[in-house]
Structure formats: C-alpha cells, structure tokens
Nanobody, 123 residues
Framework: QVQLVESGGGLAQPGGSLRISCAAS????????MSWARQTPGKGLEWIAG????????YYADSVTGRFTISRDNAKNTLYLQMNNLKFEDTALYSC????????????????WGQGTQVTVSS
C-alpha cells in the first residue's frame, strides 16, 4: 500500500535551516507529482511547494519562495524540502502528498498524505 513517511523536523532558530524528507513506498514514485503542505491550528492546510515527476519543474507558494527548495531523488523514492531563513510563521506540521501524473496545486488532487513532521521556529 502507499506509504509516505516524513522525517527531519525539529526546532530551529529564526534565520536557521532545516531539511525534511519524505520516504515513499507502495507506488512508482517517479511517475507522480509530489508536494509539501503545512498545517497550523490557525491557518489550516496550506500548499507550499510542488515538484514534477521527473524533478525538472518546481513550484512554490509566495510565502516560501526564495527560502525553501523542493527536490526529489527518484532512485531513492524520497522527497525533500530544504528550508532556509526560517521565520516564526513557518512553525507548522509539514506533510508530503502524492499527486497525479499531471501537475496540480489543488489539494483535492492529492490522494495520499503522510502523517507529518513538526517544525518549530523559536528563539
């Protein structure tokens, strides 16, 4: 069955960096679009970054553009999110999601989600 398992979250200071990962299994990883989204109690679920199946195209929400980088290693069935210059407002539960074969940033087009990894930005 499809499984998405995030790791790498934790505590970071403002201006600091973290890299989180998503290990995928149960499907042909390199065939599908993948995205990261984050959830906070006050703001709900927010799509923040996506990547095409072959990794050549990446997409970002305005809130993270220039600070976050999404990437994937199809040989390792792993999705990454490098987060730099972290801000207090980046504190959230970060989840990876499996999309379809064609790009979409609509959350309803993502059919499997991981449990998430918590990122907390605090001084």
């Amino acid at each position: 069955q499809v499984q998405l398992v995030e790791s790498g979250g934790g505590l970071a200071q403002p201006g600091g960096s973290l890299r989180i990962s998503c290990a995928a299994s149960g499907f042909t990883f390199g065939t599908y679009v993948m995205s990261w989204a984050r959830q906070t109690p006050g703001k709900g679920l927010e799509w923040i970054a996506g990547i095409s199946s072959d990794g050549t195209n990446t997409y970002y929400a305005d809130s993270v553009t220039g600070r976050f980088t999404i990437s994937r290693d199809n040989a390792k069935n792993t999705l990454y999110l490098q987060m730099n210059n972290l801000k207090f407002e980046d504190t959230a539960l970060y989840s990876c999601a499996k999309g379809g074969e064609i790009w979409s940033l609509l959350l309803q087009d993502y059919d499997y989600w991981g449990q998430g990894t918590q990122v907390t930005v605090s001084s």
